[in-house]
């Protein structure tokens, strides 16, 4: 397993509030967008994703917005709770240009829930 | 249905020696990706396996990195000889088709000393 990383930038949040995490992906071309939970000692746990074609797709609690114009993604969690405690991470496949379902990973943003 | 495993959790060895990786993809995933995250940066993509095949090998960083998968069941990856560098979280993904999510292991923490 691992424990996230000491010098992520952290996102500090009254628990019931709503959290909004920001992300600036590299490649225009990118088309399909994924949000990633990582709770310390497991691996990356899909979140939600959206696909070029898309501005906006909604979850339960949660929200994806896409900003291809500026290349920008979000993630809104509504009434945030201890458990949404964790390190998000953004990715991106930029499958049209690279022919590859790799995914490129942003640093990722630590989510603080404050009771 | 069980996730994608990794073994071992944790391996610590020394600088020149050999170690060996292993994921479980979820049971019918035909895509298997390794991933890295060193020092806290971000994760970076290693290779894509589909069924035993190798679709794509460019985050490989040299040649001490060899994956294998044969049968198209589980992977390995082994780094011969390790390098101080290479300390890191291994993650392993699976997905059923190459456009499906990818589902993460929990990862290996290799420390290289």
């Known amino acids: 397993g691992e424990s996230v990383g000491l010098h992520l930038p952290t996102l500090s949040v009254q628990e019931g509030d709503n959290s909004i995490i920001n992300c600036a992906y590299s490649?225009?071309?990118?088309?399909?967008f994924i949000w990633y939970k990582q709770e310390s000692g497991k691996g990356p746990q899909f979140i939600i994703d959206?696909?070029?074609?898309?501005d906006k797709r909604q979850g339960q609690r949660v929200t994806v917005l896409l900003n291809k114009t500026v290349k920008h993604l979000s993630l809104q969690i509504a009434a945030t709770q201890p458990g949404d405690s964790a390190v998000y991470f953004c990715a991106e496949n930029p499958f049209s240009t690279s022919g590859t379902y790799k995914y490129i990973f942003g640093t990722g943003t630590r989510l603080k829930v404050l009771a | 249905e069980a996730g994608v495993t990794q073994f071992p959790s944790h391996s610590v060895i020394e600088k020149g020696q050999t170690v060996t990786l292993r994921c479980d993809p979820i049971s019918g995933h035909d895509n298997l990706y390794w991933y890295r995250r060193v020092m806290g940066k971000e994760i970076k993509f290693l290779l894509h396996f589909v069924k035993e095949s190798k679709q794509d090998e460019s985050g490989m960083p040299n040649n001490r990195f060899l994956a294998e998968r044969t049968g198209g069941t589980y992977s390995t990856l082994k780094v011969q000889p390790a390098e101080l560098e290479d300390s890191g979280v291994y993650f392993c993904?699976?997905?059923?088709?190459?456009?499906?999510?990818?589902?993460f292991g929990p990862g290996t923490r290799l420390t290289v000393l």
């Open positions: 490649n225009s071309a990118s088309d399909y």
């Open positions: 959206i696909r070029s074609n898309m």
């Open positions: 993904a699976s997905s059923q088709a190459n456009y499906n999510e990818q589902f």
